[in-house]
């Protein structure tokens, strides 16, 4: 099993920043990838950004140019840079640890952007 647990939610103003992290533990070896989901009031959970372990990055359009993912294998743990942050950039945000075709979840943090 893998253990994720994230941090860093809040309330902040729109265009300002704020910075998410996901710390992994337990069964880590073999983990692919690691990524952000989204989940709005209303819409369905989607995908923010995903980072594999060879660094490669993808990014859902929305947030292209002012979100940045990142990791450091030696901890475990994951980053999302959010900048310029929108209103609609609300949600609770899940990390997510793809391993051998299994995905696992955090419990989400919530990311109020007011206007």
């Known amino acids: 099993q893998v253990q994720l647990v994230e941090s860093g939610g809040g309330f902040v103003q729109a265009g300002n920043s704020l910075s998410l992290s996901c710390a992994a533990s337990?069964?880590?070896?073999?983990?692919?990838?690691m990524g952000w989901y989204r989940q709005a009031p209303g819409k369905q959970r989607e995908l923010v950004a995903l980072i594999t372990f060879g660094g490669s990055t993808n990014y859902a359009d929305s947030v292209k140019g002012r979100f940045t993912i990142s990791r450091d294998n030696a901890k475990n743990t994951v980053y999302l840079q959010m900048n310029a942050l929108k209103s609609e950039d609300t949600a609770v945000y899940y990390c997510?640890?793809?391993?051998w075709g299994n995905g696992y979840w955090g419990k989400g943090t919530l990311v109020t952007v007011s206007s």
């Open positions: 337990g069964s880590i070896f073999g983990i692919a990838a």
């Open positions: 997510n640890a793809k391993k």
